[in-house]
């Protein structure tokens, strides 16, 4: 039934008219949780500034609290001046402005990443943190092993946050020519997402942006074009709702005590996407379950 109210609803609210294609949509309410996401990102080049310029702009009418970067972190080298030019220098209006970043690893990336503070990883590969009435749980799907899964449904049985949110790096289900869906870790972590109500899955690794239609009652996106980007990869299926493969693209969310509302910008300011995704129910739990709920 959760599935197919998701993908009833989620048809109708992402038609978007084509005289609005090119403002910023999103609520902006008070008391509403506003997040960044970007993925793929450091590469310190020109193209990641300027997506970084634009995302400080935006900034100003949308003031997102913090941002989620669902890996692919760090290209190449990571000392001490390549975490200044491909994170500290690029993103510094925000890190002034106070946005906290939270990081998952991409296969890029060296897992000593979790000891920068300001990935706010905590030393950890895995972790989750609360924002509001909402849950994020941060995963690494480099290395998917029988401890991060039972701290999973650890995780997710003893959460009742309004919102659900998991990030991290490879997607499990992707149009993309070069990767596509990382059909393994899906079989692992999936059922267990159903099985406890996640909402809002967030991945990169493939170079674009895609909004996947509504599987199995949860909403999928791949936000991996954030400084990096595969011209022409998306091999358009049943999968996709939305691609965007011809430029860099961020994406803007807010939560609110019913829906989700996003929008994906383009490194010109252009809206490619947006639309509004309602909460829906988590599915019933089991006495057991319930009894360990916190």
Known sequence: MRRAIVTTIFALACIVPA?????????????????????????????QLRVANRIAEVRKIFPFEFAIMVGDNMYGGEGPTDFQRKFEEPYKPLLDGGVKFYAALGNHDDPTQRYYKPFNMNGERFYTFTKGDARFFALDSNYMDQTQLKWLESQLSSSNSRWKVAFFHHPLYSSGGRHGSATDLRTLVEPLFVKYGMDVVFAGHEHFYERIKPQNGIYYFIEGGSAKLAKGDIRRTGLTAVGVDTDF?????????TNMQFQVLSRAGKRVDGGILPLVPDPPRSADASSRTQ
């Open 19 to 47: 005289a609005v294609q090119e403002r910023l949509l999103l609520p902006n309410k008070e008391g509403s949780i506003k997040f960044l996401v970007i993925g793929d990102s450091g590469t310190g080049g020109s193209d």
């Open 249 to 257: 693209t961020f994406m803007l969310a807010e939560l609110g005590k």
